[in-house]
């Protein structure tokens, strides 16, 4: 994904390498110039910059 994917609060992102836990699905909490995300298998949030979350994500899953 490059810069012109739109993140949202709320959106489900698969990233390219999985957490520890072993899930690659994350949830968006903060959007700014670092993003909160939750990971959907342990529910450990981190703080990531912007541009490694554009470089790693594979795909965004929008909310319903």
């Known amino acids: 994904m490059a810069a012109e994917a739109k993140?949202?609060?709320g959106d489900?992102?698969?990233m390219k390498k999985p957490h520890p836990c072993g899930s690659s699905?994350?949830?968006i909490l903060r959007v700014g110039a670092d993003f909160r995300l939750k990971c959907q298998?342990?529910?450990h949030q981190v703080m990531v910059p912007r541009r490694l979350?554009?470089?790693?994500?594979?795909e965004i899953r929008?909310?319903?």
Request: aromatic fraction near 10%.
């Open 7 to 9: 993140f949202e609060v």
């Open 53 to 58: 979350v554009e470089k790693n994500t594979k």
């Open 62 to 64: 929008k909310k319903a």
């Open 25 to 27: 699905e994350w949830e």
């Open 41 to 43: 298998g342990c529910g």
């Open 12 to 14: 489900v992102i698969r």
